[in-house]
């Protein structure tokens, strides 16, 4: 059964072989990451909840000042 395949590129043994234990360890969806204490987490720690904001407008709109 494949579960995922090369679409390009010619990786080595070495080089599937740790992309097959990432993938392992994602898909056991465990982690050993040290939490940091009083680390942020959720939106706000990543700045989700902030408004998108581009200070350069759109191709053909209006500016005014």
């Keep these: 059964m494949n579960c995922w395949r090369i679409a390009g590129g010619n990786p080595t043994a070495e080089e599937l072989a740790a992309l ?6 994602l898909a ?3 982690t050993d990451a040290p ?14 909840h ?3 904001h581009n ?8 500016q005014t000042g």
């Design 35 to 48: 939490v940091e204490e009083g680390a942020p987490d959720g939106p706000q720690a990543t700045a989700w």
């Design 50 to 52: 902030r408004p998108h």
């Design 55 to 62: 200070p350069h407008p759109s191709a053909g709109t209006w």
């Design 20 to 25: 097959t234990a990432v993938l392992t360890a």
């Design 28 to 30: 056991a969806g465990g």
